[in-house]
Every structure is written in structure tokens, then in C-alpha cells.
């Protein structure tokens, strides 16, 4: 049963200490997507992949966060140093996708991450 | 750039009646509307899709009818069942120049079905 595995499920850290999350992406999928959730925003597109390439990060805090692809079955989300307002749900999804096709999204469980 | 808005942000019907759900959306080139599902402590799911060239389409208790002059898209679940509650999310994706835009969501609509 083929599906996008995210790491840790939880995380408690107190501000200013560095944060990764990890994202294993369904094997053969192409586009690989990192979300952020809070009640306020919804879901937020911070950056995505495709053939581990960065395509977009215009979502992303530059300054604290970076995104990175070392290899087509991780996908890494850091943010440093993290600030309580980072507080929410990162989710990692993954797609077959093309430059002119779109098609279905399967999402991780996501990363509930506190900044204390 | 795409603005997608949902309505109602949360809704409850009794169990058997029918749950309409509704959104709009600004980019007239978009042509891909899909509808998502989360359930506590998961990621979202899609449920069902549809792209401009079609006004509607079924899945058994759930249908998506799409307006596009009014740009307007609504899931629509009949006979809705406890395991309908779920938060959900609608969705927009435009094509310009050869290129499918990202998904662009709505903020999501918090359903309870009660028993």
C-alpha cells in the first residue's frame, strides 16, 4: 500500500532550536510538495519539486526556512531558527504530475510541530 | 493570482439529509477543481475532481457540479453518514501558456453528520 511517510509526527522544541522534517515520497512519483496548516491560513504551499528539482519557494520565509530534494526518496523541510509562530501542521505530498497535466495529491499524515 | 473562497466554514446535518458545500474562484483560466477530505489526524484526500470541460459529475452519494461563467464549483454528499464528518477542502488549479498552475485551496469547510 503505497503512501507519502512523514517524520517525526510530533515535535515539541523550544524557539531558536533548528527543526527538520523528513518527507519519503510514493516511489515513482515526480512532484513533491510541503504544505503548512494552521486554523488562521488553511493550507499553504510553501515549496515544491519536481525531478528533485526546486520549481517553487516563494512560499517560504526565506530567511528561516530551506527545502531540499537529496534524493528521490526524501524531501527535507528545515526550519532555523524556529519562532513560536511556526507553530502549525507540515504536510508533504506527492504527485505524478507535468508541466501541463495536474492530477491527484497524496498526502502525508503531517508533522505537527510546537515552538514554545 | 487565484483566490479560492469556501462556504460555510462549518456545517451539521443530521444523518440521512444532504450536505452542500460551496466555493468561488477569481482566475478565469482555471480549469481543475478537485475536492479533498481530512479526517482528524490525517492528511487530506481526494474525494473527487472535475476539470472546466464538464458541469458535473457523480461518485455515488458524492457529486461536484461546476458553474464556470459564475465561476463557482459545490460538493454536494447525500444521504450523509457519522463517517462523513470530516473537514473539506475545495481546490483550484489554472493552466496559462502550457503550464498547470498549483493547487490553490479553499479554507475548508469543518462537516459533523450527527447520528
Known amino acids: 500500500d503505497a503512501r507519502v511517510t512523514q517524520t517525526p509526527r510530533h515535535k515539541v522544541t523550544e524557539m531558536g532550536q533548528e527543526v527538520t522534517m523528513r518527507c519519503q515520497p510514493i516511489?515513482?512519483?515526480?512532484?513533491v510538495f510541503w504544505y503548512r496548516q494552521t486554523m488562521m491560513q488553511g493550507l499553504e504551499l510553501l515549496a515544491y519539486f519536481r525531478n528533485r528539482a526546486p520549481l517553487d519557494d516563494s512560499g517560504m520565509p526565506k530567511d528561516r526556512f530551506s527545502a531540499e530534494m537529496p534524493d528521490a526518496t526524501l524531501a527535507t523541510l528545515k526550519i532555523q531558527p524556529s519562532e513560536p509562530r511556526d507553530s502549525a501542521v507540515y504536510f508533504c505530498?506527492?504527485?505524478?504530475?507535468?508541466?501541463?497535466?495536474?492530477?491527484?495529491?497524496?498526502f502525508g499524515e503531517g508533522s505537527r510541530l510546537t515552538v514554545l | 493570482g487565484e483566490n479560492v473562497e469556501q462556504h460555510p466554514s462549518t456545517l451539521s446535518v443530521q444523518e440521512g439529509d444532504s450536505a452542500v458545500i460551496k466555493c468561488t474562484y477569481s482566475d478565469s483560466a482555471s480549469n481543475y477543481f478537485p475536492w479533498y477530505k481530512q479526517e482528524l489526524g490525517k492528511g487530506p484526500q481526494l474525494i473527487i475532481d472535475?476539470?472546466?470541460?464538464?458541469g458535473e459529475k457523480k461518485d455515488q452519494r458524492i457529486a461536484v457540479t461546476l458553474n464556470k461563467t459564475a465561476k463557482h464549483f459545490s460538493l454536494h454528499i447525500t444521504e450523509t453518514q457519522p463517517e462523513d464528518s470530516a473537514v473539506y477542502f475545495c481546490a483550484a488549479s489554472a493552466y496559462y501558456g502550457g503550464s498547470q498552475g498549483n493547487l490553490i485551496f479553499g479554507k475548508g469547510t469543518k462537516l459533523s453528520v450527527k447520528p
Open positions: 516511489l515513482g512519483h515526480n512532484t
Open positions: 472535475i476539470r472546466s470541460n464538464v
Open positions: 505530498a506527492s504527485g505524478l504530475l507535468g508541466r501541463a497535466r495536474t492530477g491527484e495529491l497524496f
